[in-house]
């Protein structure tokens, strides 16, 4: 599974810089962890930080114009932060695969002449194979819908000093390579030139990176729509509302039968009064969920259980689909949920990150210490606001007070709590 070892936003509402990770020009810096959290207090930044990632992946999905105007994001000109030159910029580190060679992806959107985002300029590139030291090559070169991409596996471009290299078989790759080489030019500059050139056969790296990339789930569940009634009919995965978790358990129940059965069951243990969840088909063909409390004799539907409950149920069946994205991303799931639980839903988001070939990467934000209380220095990240008002983030692995307590036995959310994590 793809693993995102750095991120970084520019240009977009308070974070005018803000670096996650490692990335292939800041290379001091260690990777992001499977499971990642940011905290910090109200106003500081965690829901655009969120936002942040969702906006890419919007760009993609639909155009950097609608991008900007979904949301309610209000529009580029909302977006862009105040004071600042430059567009707005995103740059992705992260690796298909562990001992993958790492890719980066960067992304810059402008205003053109009409006052309409466009796609400024866009590059995906990757170290040739062999190659452990230097800059990595540009693959796909973008700037205002026209450059060049390179089809095929290995093929990239060569450094201008190489022109005169006369070594065996130089002249021969440098053949091979001009014969992989294309110009382009895009018709409409507000579509990502991954979201064209990744649809055909040629470019497989591009095709990756924008599945990749079309895979991400960002969680915007809300318990109402957990309880709506959806047509029937089986769909393989959850969506971003959680409105088809009832589809989601019906493809669940046919296709993972004994799988399913023991996800109700692990899920059921983990929520507490439940001693057990199964299903019940109605004469539409609709399959309702139940809810078993051992101290009453018929079931809860699931229209009649709380919100957290909901919520917990939502996580958990995400984190055991057969086929789980590759990168998930949840802003404060704390909210409604009992204070006890948090601990140990944290713990369960690592597992589920952790503890699998194809696990998929989790990034959260939360402001909830006793969900951190569950986490080890280096998952956590404190996002706070600078005395010019942009968001700055920190590390708290890089507190060296914070991690010889943390390594004495204390509590990271208590250290939090007691304002050891804040800047002093």
């Known amino acids: 599974m793809a693993l995102i070892e750095g ?15 490692k990335l292939s020009s800041q290379q001091s810096g260690a990777p992001l962890t499977p499971f990642t959290v940011v905290i910090g207090k109200n106003g500081v930044g965690k829901s655009t930080l969120f936002d942040a990632f969702g906006f890419v992946a ?7 114009e609608q991008a900007c105007d979904m949301k309610q994001r ?11 030159d430059g567009p707005i910029r995103f740059e992705i580190y992260y690796r298909e695969a562990k001992g993958e060679r ?5 992304l810059a959107i402008a205003l053109d002449d009409s006052g309409r985002p466009f796609v400024e300029s866009e590059v995906l590139k990757q170290r040739r194979k062999g190659q452990k030291h230097g800059h990595p090559y540009p693959f796909l070169r973008l700037n205002h819908g026209k450059g060049t991409v390179w089809a095929g596996e290995e093929e990239v471009e060569e450094e201008e000093d190489d022109e005169d290299d006369e070594t065996p078989g130089a002249a021969g790759q440098r053949v091979e390579e001009d014969r992989s080489k294309a110009m382009v030019e895009l018709t409409d500059l507000r579509q990502l030139g991954i979201a064209t050139l990744g649809t055909l056969k040629e470019h497989p790296r591009i095709k990756r990176f924008r599945d990749f990339l079309k895979g991400w789930y960002l969680s915007y569940f809300y318990p109402d729509a957990a309880r709506s009634l959806p047509t029937a009919g089986p769909q393989k995965h959850l969506n971003s509302h959680g409105d088809n978790i009832g589809n989601v358990v019906q493809f669940m129940a046919r296709e993972h039968k004994d799988r399913f059965k023991v996800v109700l069951d692990r899920i059921a243990a983990k929520i507490p009064g439940i001693k057990s969840i199964d299903t019940q088909e109605t004469q539409d ?6 809810f078993n409390d051992g101290a009453f004799a018929d079931p809860f539907f699931a229209q009649q259980m709380s919100d957290g409950t909901l919520k917990v149920f939502a996580y958990l ?5 057969p086929e789980p994205p590759p990168f998930i991303c949840i802003e404060e799931p704390e909210n409604g949920l009992y204070h006890k639980l ?4 944290a713990q369960e988001f690592r597992a589920h990150a952790t503890g699998k070939k194809n696990a998929p990467q989790i990034f959260v934000t939360t402001h909830q210490p006793y969900f951190v209380d569950a986490l080890s220095p280096e998952e956590v990240w404190v996002l706070e606001k600078g005395a010019d008002g942009y968001s700055v983030i920190r590390r708290v692995s890089d507190l060296e007070v914070v991690k010889n307590l943390v390594e004495e036995g204390l509590p990271l959310g208590g250290l939090w709590y007691s304002d050891y994590l804040e800047a002093r």
């Open 7 to 21: 991120f970084r936003v520019q240009n977009y509402r308070a974070l005018r810089d803000v670096t996650l990770g």
């Open 58 to 64: 919007d760009c993609l999905a639909h155009d950097v």
């Open 74 to 84: 209000g529009g580029y000109e909302r977006l862009h932060s105040r004071g600042t």
């Open 102 to 106: 790492p890719m980066t992806y960067e």
């Open 285 to 290: 063909k609709r399959l309702l969920l139940r």
């Open 317 to 321: 069946l995400l984190m055991d689909d």
């Open 342 to 345: 948090l601990e140990a839903l």
